[in-house]
């Protein structure tokens, strides 16, 4: 995970908080996606609505790559208390394709399925019999391509993060 993270920056992997969580205290969860499903993000299905979400507060572009009739481009959109890393199409400007979303603002409660500033009995009760051993929700839940990390303190959901398969 050092190595990684090290190579964060060559990466343009720009938003790294969601990235960070050690392998080892990762639990398998079959349904865990970054959008939809019982542990996903209630997002637009059109990216062109994604910004009218909230004010936009700036917008970071980390890798731009050119395929055969269009660009891709990878971004972290920051609105206050969240951070939305995606990949927008120049041919396809309604695709939405998210890498990563890091919730820290209660105000966000409205996309996603665990709540802040909500207790973690909450969150646990949300991911069953997959969280029954990890009190303070401290593991990652991951399925093949997307993984969901709960921040709490004090047994309260502080925070969320998602990263997402975007290959």
């Known amino acids: 995970m050092r190595a990684v993270a090290a190579l964060a920056p060559l990466l343009g992997l720009t938003f790294w908080p969601s990235l960070c969580f050690a392998?080892?205290?990762?639990?398998?969860?079959?349904?865990?996606?970054?959008?939809?499903?019982?542990?996903?993000?209630?997002?637009?299905?059109?990216?062109?609505?994604?910004?009218?979400?909230?004010k936009v507060l700036r917008e970071d572009v980390g890798e731009v790559e050119q395929g055969v009739g269009y660009t891709a481009t990878r971004k972290v959109i920051h609105?206050?208390?969240?951070?939305?890393?995606?990949?927008?199409?120049?041919?396809?400007?309604?695709?939405?394709?998210?890498?990563?979303?890091?919730?820290?603002?209660?105000?966000?409660?409205?996309?996603?399925?665990?709540?802040?500033?909500?207790?973690?009995?909450?969150?646990?009760?949300?991911?069953g019999d997959a969280a029954s051993d990890d009190p303070e929700l401290k593991k990652t839940y991951a399925s093949e391509g997307?993984?969901?990390?709960?921040?709490?303190?004090?047994?309260?959901?502080?925070?969320v993060s998602y990263s997402c398969y975007s290959g």
């Open 23 to 54: 392998a080892s205290d990762s639990v398998f969860v079959q349904s865990v996606q970054c959008i939809g499903g019982p542990y996903g993000l209630a997002l637009p299905t059109d990216a062109r609505k994604v910004k009218a979400l909230g």
């Open 79 to 127: 609105f206050a208390g969240l951070s939305l890393g995606v990949v927008e199409f120049s041919n396809d400007p309604s695709r939405l394709m998210v890498t990563s979303a890091d919730i820290t603002a209660p105000e966000w409660n409205r996309i996603t399925p665990f709540k802040l500033r909500k207790p973690v009995s909450d969150a646990r009760a949300l991911l």
């Open 146 to 159: 997307d993984s969901v990390q709960i921040q709490s303190t004090k047994g309260v959901v502080m925070g």
